[in-house]
Nanobody, 124 residues
């Protein structure tokens, strides 16, 4: 079992930055691929980024590539999402997820555990 708790969301102006954190508990956290997803009002949840268990491999949605960076610190059981050059269209609830797979999975059905989400609002 892995429990995930996100933090770091908030209100920011367009062009600003935020860093989301996802604290994990569970003995096998470091063996999981970690991902970030987001869901805007009235829209389906969409993939944002993922990182392999070692941190050596990352993957991004085209919409955030070059602006967002995913990283993890297995000693602290935490995964991060650094978000720069934020746009109003980045406004959403952001979710952290853990999956017991190797490789790239961009669908939410591939992930086993989810956090409760943190709201990010970007004003224009």
């Amino acid at each position: 079992q892995v429990q995930l708790v996100e933090s770091g969301g908030g209100l920011v102006q367009a062009g600003g930055s935020l860093r989301l954190s996802c604290a994990a508990s569970g003995r096998t956290y470091s063996s999981y691929t970690m991902g970030w997803f987001r869901q805007a009002p009235g829209e389906e949840r969409e993939f944002v980024a993922s990182i392999s268990w070692s941190g050596g491999s990352t993957y991004y949605a085209d919409s955030v590539k070059g602006r967002f960076t995913i990283s993890r610190d297995n000693a602290k059981n935490t995964v991060y999402l650094q978000m720069n050059s934020l746009k109003p269209e980045d406004t959403a609830v952001y979710y952290c997820a853990a999956g017991s797979f190797i490789g790239i999975v961009t669908t939410d059905r591939g992930y086993d555990y989810w956090g409760q989400g943190t709201q990010v609002t970007v004003s224009s």
